[in-house]
């Protein structure tokens, strides 16, 4: 990961600890602060963030860096991050599996689209 891009991400980790630290938050009943304790980058644009809860309990979220989109009409550029349910888990999962269905015949030589004839002739 980037020296810039992993300061940034440092950077909305906290924020996101100072978002959900606000005793006025909507649903923050139990008034619970957030601590970054451990960030663990997956790849270059994917992290684990691990914040420690002030009853001592542990919340992970993920996060993606983006270098353009839109999140509720916003425009977004750097990191998102947000607390994964299992659904969402369980749906990062297959998208792996079909991500590498899709890059494999998109690759696929034989492939009626493909064009390279120096290939074809081989």
């Known amino acids: 990961m980037k020296r810039e891009i992993a300061e ?8 996101k600890a100072e978002k959900f630290s606000n005793p006025n938050r909507l649903q923050n009943y139990t008034q619970e602060t957030f601590k970054v304790v451990k960030i663990v980058p997956l790849s270059d644009e994917v992290a684990w963030v691990y914040y420690e809860k002030k009853k001592g309990n542990i919340a992970r979220a993920l996060f993606i860096w983006t270098n353009r989109g ?6 977004i550029n750097g990191w998102i991050g947000f607390f994964p349910s299992d659904s969402h888990m369980l749906g990062l999962s297959k998208a792996v599996t079909d991500k590498h269905d899709v890059e494999e015949f998109n690759f696929d030589i034989f492939h009626p689209n493909y064009k390279d004839k120096e290939v074809e002739k081989k």
């Open 8 to 15: 940034l991400l440092i950077k909305s980790a906290r924020e």
């Open 70 to 75: 839109r999140v509720n009409t916003k425009l």
